[in-house]
């Protein structure tokens, strides 16, 4: 497993909010979790939830190596004094007029974009035809201890094992602050809410298995280490309502009138234009 890869796997287990998260740095330039999102759905066309849930982790870790390599790669071009030669100052220049113009072409389409409006009723129809679109598979809210060696995890498992309830929770938290390698450990081994899939084969084989309010009885062997998991909720599967949904499916059908909207927009364009 490659750097980026475990990178990019150990911020899942450590139950990261995807936002502005820094995921790495590179020579002190932050990588965020939003610079590859906003990735990925320039390379989706903003249809990133249509791509298989089980694509979507071996995506992001793809667009983590490639952000990781033009940091490198610009850092050693600085340190090299390649942004004060003179092909790289003509360059620059070619590649500003051209960002002119695509700078424009974006801002006038994103006011065409914005212009196009979808009824209330339009919106309601397409949510109740599409339900299973946003249906929501089930997830999990758990903690973990991550530590080295097997010896280490059986004795924590031991620490916690007479316990149940409130007493388990509390001490699990504790071990977790004091014992854990991982990412989450500061925050008690916090995982947060994943789905199914979104963790290491051997973890998420596991989690998915135990009950509530419970700790495993025997160390989770993964790439990273050895893990003993408390499993602190479940939520069911479920249906997305309307409210939440509503402002992706108002930017979906958006973007589908505004393909047909263009084609008369630019059709006009061409008659006025003189093109020999």
């Not at 408390?230 to 069911?236: F, H, I, T």
Request: glycine content about 6%.
């Amino acid at each position: 497993m490659n750097t980026a890869t475990k990178l990019l796997s150990t911020l899942l287990l450590s139950g990261i909010a995807l936002s502005a998260t820094t995921l790495v740095t590179v020579n002190g330039k932050a990588i965020t979790q939003s610079e590859v999102d906003n990735e990925l759905m320039n390379a989706t066309q903003g249809r990133l939830n249509e791509v298989p849930a089980n694509r979507i982790n071996e995506l992001r870790q793809q667009v983590l190596q490639q952000l990781v390599g033009k940091e490198l790669i610009y850092g050693d071009a600085k340190n090299t004094g390649i942004l004060k030669t003179k092909e790289y100052e003509a360059e620059y220049k070619k590649q500003e007029e051209r960002m002119k113009k695509e700078l424009a072409v974006q801002v006038w389409q994103k006011k065409q974009l914005n212009s196009i409006k979808i009824s209330d009723k339009d919106l309601k129809s397409y949510y109740d035809k599409n339900k299973e679109e946003f249906n929501q598979k089930e997830t999990l809210h758990a903690r973990h201890i991550l530590v080295k060696t097997e010896d280490e995890a059986k004795n924590i498992i031991a620490q916690i094992k007479p316990l149940s309830g409130e007493k388990l929770m509390s001490k699990f938290i504790e071990l977790a602050k004091e014992k854990s390698t991982g990412p989450s450990g500061p925050k008690g081994g916090d995982l947060g809410y994943f789905a199914d899939g979104q963790m290491v084969p051997a973890f998420n084989k596991k989690v998915f298995s135990m009950k509530v309010g419970t700790a495993t009885l025997s160390p989770v062997e993964t790439n990273f280490g050895f893990h003993v998991i408390y499993l602190e909720d479940k939520k069911a599967a479920a249906t997305r309502t309307y409210k939440e949904v509503k402002a992706f499916i108002e930017q979906r059908l958006k973007m589908e009138k505004f393909k047909s909207y263009m084609k008369d927009v630019m059709k006009k364009l061409h008659e006025k234009a003189t093109i020999k």
